[in-house]
């Protein structure tokens, strides 16, 4: 995971072909993460963990394990990586106008906060603009670090929190494995029901407020849980704030820019990929021959995930900028990077498109849908990332709500020189 210790220090020069791999990448990772959300969108909170949470079908236990492989917890990774990129991409282009790089950045990312909990408010509890822009904060005060500082010190910070929290984890595991065979003592069988009332608690609640209409679902998340977002932050805090720092450190060193070797690309894209994927079908093997224990499922999707999906999406990246090279010019994948780059309305775009088909306020189809048919949905969803952006960027130099957000940040800061709209080549 580190280039040589020259790249380590260059920031090669913004350019087109530059945003343009990064916007793939970007691509790759929103529309990766909707294979994940959509569970969110068409279920309760927990439905996501495992596939015996909620309405179980074989097909939907089978997409499950896919969605595990392949995206579960690596898309996650890969945007928090690309997050932390554009957070020193945007520095870089500030300091470039003359201007002062972190005070614009906070604005940026106070503007995001503000949007992640409406987005929570208004729409759905799976809001992750929230605890990104003040996990930003955070990253943004050591931005000036020097590239493999910030990589050292990142790493540092998410194998020891999630490696301390593994240990007490498969403790766990091993009370629950005792509590299913029957040889369990009294105190962990109080422990394994006590958890098992939550979660059937938690199922309710949260369909209660998945079947209402849109206000009375606003009031349900006003009055019944008001903080999740900042809950969703805290839980999240230690894999989102050090990844940002790697994030950080990639780009400046020109992993996004083409600068690392190729070799060194090629043999991250094979380890990387292949370790993670290697570790994560022994996971999800182990666990499925144990009937998916929902205490292992919620370690399984954290702590004891953490470095295959490191791993997996730090291999993802690297075959995304050896492919992107070869693929540039190709329709489907500028349709990729053209949704790379407007992300920020996707990613809302898709919340509202899933919430009008699954909520109770649209068309409430998760109340007869099985988990079964949510790849239909993923595909539908993709369609929709993929479609508009081309003629939209054909004639403006951002997604409507990228716009918005870029208005907002530079809002009497004084006249500032237009950002150099991208060329959108064609290739359909």
């Known amino acids: 995971m580190t280039a040589p210790s020259a790249s380590l220090h260059a920031t090669p020069p913004a350019g087109t072909d530059r945003i343009e791999a990064l916007d793939f990448v970007r691509g790759v990772a929103i529309l990766g993460i909707l294979a ?33 492989v392949v995206f579960e917890g690596k898309m996650r990774v890969l945007f928090t990586l690309l997050f932390g990129a554009s957070l020193a991409l945007f520095c870089d282009m500030v300091g ?39 996990c930003g904060f955070g990253a943004l005060a050591l931005r000036r670090l020097a590239p493999t500082t910030l990589a050292a010190l990142g ?73 999740l977002p900042f809950e969703t932050l805290l839980a999240t805090v230690t894999e989102t704030f050090p990844l940002m720092l790697v994030g950080m450190a990639l780009q400046m060193s020109g992993f996004f820019a083409g600068a690392w070797p190729v070799k060194a ?41 953490a470095l295959p999906h490191l791993l997996m999406a730090m291999g993802y990246a690297a075959l ?38 699954f909520a109770g306020w649209g068309l409430d189809l998760s109340r007869s849908l099985p988990r079964g048919a949510l790849p239909a949905f993923v595909l539908l969803g993709w369609l929709a990332m993929l479609a508009w952006p081309r003629r939209w960027l054909a004639r403006y130099r951002q997604g409507p709500l990228e716009a918005v957000w870029r208005r907002l940040t530079w809002l009497g800061v004084g006249p500032v020189s237009p950002e150099p709209k991208p060329p959108v080549h064609d290739a359909a």
């Open 36 to 68: 994940i959300n959509v569970t969110g969108f068409w279920g309760p909170t927990l439905a996501t963990f495992s596939p015996r949470i909620g309405p179980s079908d074989a097909a939907g236990t089978a997409w499950f394990a896919f969605a595990f």
């Open 265 to 305: 690309m090629r043999r991250l894209a094979i380890l990387g990929t292949g370790t993670g994927a290697a570790m994560t079908l022994a996971l999800l093997g182990w666990l499925w021959r144990h009937g998916f224990p929902p205490r292992a499922m919620f370690a399984a999707l954290g702590n004891l995930s």
């Open 155 to 227: 790493l540092a910070i998410y194998f020891m929190s999630h490696g301390v929290g593994a240990i007490g984890e498969l403790q766990g595991i091993a009370a629950e494995q005792r509590v299913l065979a029957g040889q369990a003592g009294a105190a962990d069988m109080a422990d394994q029901a006590g958890m098992m009332v939550r979660i059937a608690a938690s199922v309710t609640a949260d369909l209660r407020i998945l079947h209402a209409g849109f206000f009375e679902a606003i009031r349900l998340r006003l009055t019944t849980a008001p903080f």
């Open 320 to 357: 995304l900028m050896l492919i992107w090279p070869r693929v540039e010019t190709a329709a489907f994948a500028r349709r990729i990077m053209l949704a790379g780059r407007c992300a920020f309305t996707n990613y809302l775009g898709t919340t509202v498109l899933m919430s009008a088909l």
């Open 96 to 134: 470039r106008r003359g201007l002062q790089p972190e005070w614009m950045q906070a604005r940026r990312l106070f503007w995001l906060a503000l949007a992640g909990y409406l987005h929570y408010l208004l729409l759905w509890w799976g809001d992750i603009l929230f605890p990104y822009a003040l």
